[in-house]
């Protein structure tokens, strides 16, 4: 994680971050030197250049030129990832970023994309002393950023980290039981008040749902409740953050095929992702009320699962007809809406890993959305989404779609056709609530099999960001 450096040793590993080469003053490079690297890069159009001083490795980094600020910033996290990459490969152990400009944020950009880009998830391999990253400690040395800048952004991505090792962690480590245990961790860790309820409590508050899904499975289901209440909050209300937190989707009796099982050890990206958000927000002291809530189970093939047809009383009473037991994700959240309504919410979002269909709209690229009652609070989050560049492509939420899902003998049925697959699910979503809603749906990028520049392979976080910049701009607004 980068900390602020003050002096620069002369054998100290460096990065020269730059618009243009020929700023960078004689204290680190040559006249020669310079000039080489005006040429190299004016002329051969590279982005970096690496002098190797009898492996002192100092490189000159180039800020590509780019008026959009959102996009720019991206450059230099992917520069940093690149760089970061670098000097593993010739084994350097530490490296300082010198914001030669005196440009904070591409400076901090660059900084963030090292660190993301660094995340290994090495805890089953044998040989993992190898394989580990020689490059661990990163300075940024920058007059015009300050401490604390650097430490938020330290906190952020420690809990992006922290969320892609719950969504790494196979299903044969991690059951609904283990998933709240981590959760209540990280609440310790964050001052976070944590509550599990176990499987009576979830039947006592008859969430039809969540047992539901859970019928199939031989571990219980848990409902976790984080709850991040600062002394004086800037919202009345609170912000409930609720997950999907399928610790692993076989589709039960609706069995998935082929290969769309074998990453499904991600399906609790949402709650995950939910958390880590709250122990972001906990661990900057945002003074923002904020309510987590992740209900979590397996979805498994078995005797006693749930098979199509079947009807089931939710949480608040509504019959659900499951036509497929592979729409289970909106079962569970259901639960979970149901019981944000007791909270008086001023906003619910979602996070889920809810549909294919989702994720063969937008791909990895971005974060489908749809909201109901919270247009502003979109706009917003889409901004938010630009600049951690964790996109947002807001759906159509028209009412005709709601038709799709009625069922002829329960209240609603669980799927709604073969069309618009993602708002669908989001209309059985929006059933249950009765305040502004925001769905987000993060099957495309939740997961990934190939690295994606500081996207690690496996999980990735994608949303924690986002959702941390949406709360401070919670602050910031007023
Ligand atoms: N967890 C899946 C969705 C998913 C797919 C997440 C790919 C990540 C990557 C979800 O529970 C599911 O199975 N959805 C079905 C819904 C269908 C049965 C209406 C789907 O998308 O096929
Ligand atoms: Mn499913
Ligand atoms: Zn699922």
């Not at 937008?362 to 951690?388: F, P, S």
């Not at 976080?461 to 602050?475: K, P």
Request: charged content about 30%; aromatic content about 6%; glycine content about 8%.
């Amino acid at each position: 994680m980068p900390k602020k450096i003050d002096k620069i040793n002369q054998e100290d590993n460096l990065i020269l971050l730059t618009a243009d080469a020929i700023k960078i003053p004689a204290d680190y490079l040559t006249k020669e030197e310079i000039a080489y690297a005006v040429q190299m890069i004016s002329g051969h159009k590279k982005e970096n250049i690496l002098f190797d001083r009898l492996g002192r490795y100092i490189f000159v980094q180039v800020i590509k030129e780019e008026k959009d600020s959102s996009k720019r910033l991206e450059n230099c996290r992917k520069a940093g990832d690149a760089l970061a990459a670098r000097l593993n490969d010739l084994k350097a152990g530490s490296v300082v970023i010198v914001d030669v400009d005196g440009k904070a944020a591409e400076t901090l950009a660059l900084g963030e994309g090292m660190a993301l880009g660094s995340y290994q998830f090495l805890k089953y391999r044998k040989e993992r002393k190898e394989k580990e990253n020689t490059l661990k400690s990163l300075g940024i040395q920058s007059k015009e950023l300050k401490d604390e800048t650097i430490e938020r952004m330290n906190i952020i991505a420690d809990a992006v980290m922290r969320c892609r090792d719950l969504v790494n962690e196979p299903v044969s480590h991690l059951s609904a039981g283990d998933l709240a245990k981590e959760f209540q961790k990280m609440g310790k860790e964050a001052g976070i008040k944590v509550e599990v309820l176990n499987k009576k409590k979830i039947e006592s508050l008859k969430m039809g749902g969540l047992l539901a899904v859970n019928k199939g499975s031989t571990d219980p289901p848990t409902f976790t409740i984080m709850e991040w209440k600062p002394e004086k909050p800037v919202n009345k209300k609170p912000l409930v953050l609720v997950g999907k937190g399928v610790v692993f989707d076989t589709g039960g009796s609706n069995l998935k095929i082929g290969t769309f099982m074998y990453d499904m050890k991600c399906d609790m990206a949402g709650a995950a992702t939910m958390a880590a958000a709250l122990y972001a927000m906990a661990g900057l002291g945002l003074p923002v009320h904020v309510v987590g809530l992740m209900p979590a189970t397996d979805n498994r093939i078995d005797a006693n699962a749930i098979a199509p047809g079947d009807i089931i009383a939710m949480a608040d009473g509504t019959t659900v007809e499951v036509m497929n037991t592979d729409a289970e994700g909106r079962l569970i959240l259901a639960d979970a809406l149901s019981y944000a309504k007791k909270l008086n919410p001023g906003l619910v979002i979602t996070a889920a890993t809810l549909t294919g269909a989702a994720s063969r709209a937008i791909g990895k690229y971005g974060i489908v959305a749809m909201q109901t009652g919270a247009a502003n609070d979109m706009e917003r989050l889409k901004e938010c989404g630009d600049k951690v560049y964790e996109r947002i492509a807001e759906f159509p939420f028209w009412d005709e779609y709601g038709e799709l899902i009625k069922s002829e003998i329960a209240d609603i049925k669980n799927i709604g056709g073969p069309d618009a697959g993602m708002i669908t699910a989001g209309k059985f979503l929006a059933h249950f609530t009765d305040y502004p809603f925001i769905h987000l749906d993060i099957a495309g990028p939740a997961f990934i099999d190939k690295k994606d520049s500081y996207r690690t392979a496996g999980g990735t976080g994608m949303g924690v960001r986002l959702l941390v910049e949406f709360a401070e701009r919670m602050v910031v607004r007023r």
